[in-house]
């Protein structure tokens, strides 16, 4: 490896971005939830996400401290397991789901359907089935087509509360293929072309579905308040066209999700407390101007509550240098991580269960996959005595790991264990052979 010469002192990595339950005993066995992460690694096996309960329980609260007046609902998209939904329902939130399969394993484990939200840009037959059959809050319309495909499944002696996806002509999120609220991507409807205010008629002329309001998003990562303030701007001034037009008020705006996180310590997360204050003023200066009562905020987090609260362990099988290049190749990669390939999303890893005195050094952390793109960290410090056995914990691994996992190479989805006050429980089991050789049916 490429030495870096630090003080050992110095070797001892910021911990900003870990949960706020992580803590570092003079051997380095990093602990998070009370419990040594080398620790859950033996009994648990690697690779396997490792999830504060704590941490995410707290980010809720958070929430709904800054956000006292409008409607949480997390984003089922970014983990998802009948745990979480407990949690979620505990703590007072509402779910944002976009499948049945979401839908039925939330409302299965007991979540209430009422405070349940369907949405997607291209709905099935049985999503909207399931929605309807559960009793789901309300159906975010995202095409002209899903009008009378819904109003047909509800029947004319039928009811739905129902929201229309617009799309506000604000570009914001981290990277180009997580920007969802510009004309040229596949969700909503735009407020430019008038797409939107037609597919608004055409939901006021069926009686059995209910507007409620509007909703956008507007992409991911977003680390500004700015964005937000443009939407809320645009959004109601569409509102206000509804209201002079069909002496329409709605009750509800939903400003989606996106909250960027920091995913490396001294990267800048979206300051929430800023975000709930300056939206809430925009919103009523907007309304006041418009003539029109404030409509009920909603807010859609998903990343901003799990993703900081979980970490990923595994295991090194191999160091190597090719070129000027050392890789650490490790017992996971893109099956259980997509997101560096698919986004370019750079995380920090971290040498736990073992003290080392070594200087750190400049490493290629890589997986086991048969591709060029499998690399989950390039350029990290890690200490220069790295080698097979060590154990390798990469922080803010929450959100978009486990529900983005795939099968391939048939290496198994790793498991999902809740850590908290000491204590480890078993969420997710891991993916067997077993279990992908019972799918495979036929010769």
Not at 93 to 107: K, T, Y
Not at 149 to 158: D, Q, T
Not at 381 to 406: N, Q
């Amino acid at each position: 490896m490429t030495t870096v010469h630090e003080p050992t002192a110095a070797n001892s990595a910021d911990l900003s971005v870990w949960p706020a339950s992580a803590t570092e005993p003079p051997r380095g066995d990093l602990a998070v939830g009370g419990v040594p992460l080398a620790e859950l690694a033996d009994r648990f096996g690697t690779p396997v996400y490792v999830l504060d309960e704590a941490e995410v329980r707290d980010r809720c609260r958070t929430y709904r401290d800054a956000f006292p007046d409008a409607e949480v609902l997390y984003a089922a998209k970014a983990f998802l397991c009948r745990a979480m939904a407990h949690w979620m329902d505990e703590e007072g939130l509402g779910l944002d789901v976009c499948s049945a399969g979401e839908l039925e394993l939330a409302v299965t484990t007991g979540f209430p359907p009422e405070h349940i939200v369907l949405h997607g840009n291209a709905k099935s037959p049985r999503d909207l089935g399931a929605a309807l059959r559960l009793g789901v809050g309300r159906i975010v319309i995202d095409s002209p087509s899903e009008i009378a495909r819904l109003a047909a499944a509800v029947g004319p002696h039928g009811h739905q509360k129902v929201m229309v996806r617009v799309v506000p002509g604000v570009s914001a999120g981290g990277h180009d293929k997580i920007r969802t609220g510009t004309d040229d991507q596949k969700f909503g409807l735009s407020i430019s072309d008038g797409y939107a205010q037609h597919a608004i008629a055409r939901v006021l002329d069926q009686p059995q579905l209910e507007l409620t309001g509007l909703h956008c998003h507007l992409g991911s990562q977003i680390t500004s308040v700015k964005p937000y303030l443009v939407a809320v701007r645009r959004m109601v001034g569409l509102m206000a066209r509804l209201h002079e037009q069909y002496g329409l008020v709605l009750p509800e705006l939903d400003l989606g999700g996106g909250h960027g996180i920091a995913y490396r310590p001294g990267e800048k997360a979206l300051d929430l407390t800023a975000l709930a204050r300056r939206v809430r003023t925009e919103l009523a200066d907007a309304c006041a101007t418009a003539g029109l009562p404030v409509p009920r905020l909603i807010i859609e987090p998903g990343r901003a509550i799990v993703g900081p609260a979980g970490i990923a362990l595994y295991r090194v099988l191999s160091v190597k240098r090719t070129g000027e290049t050392v890789f650490v190749a490790v017992d996971g990669g893109m099956s259980d991580n997509p997101r560096p390939a698919l986004y370019g999303v750079r995380y920090a890893p971290r040498l736990v269960g073992r003290h080392s005195g070594a200087d750190r050094a400049r490493a290629t952390v890589v997986g086991r996959h048969c591709e060029a793109g499998d690399v989950l960290a390039t350029d990290v410090e890690l200490p220069a005595d790295t080698h097979p056995g060590d154990l390798l914990a990469v922080p803010v691994a929450g959100a978009y790991h486990l529900s983005m996992a795939s099968g391939y190479n048939l290496v198994g989805r790793p498991p999902v264990v809740a850590v908290r006050n000491g204590l480890a429980r078993l969420l997710v089991r891991r993916e067997s052979l077993e279990d992908i050789r019972s799918r495979d049916v036929g010769l």
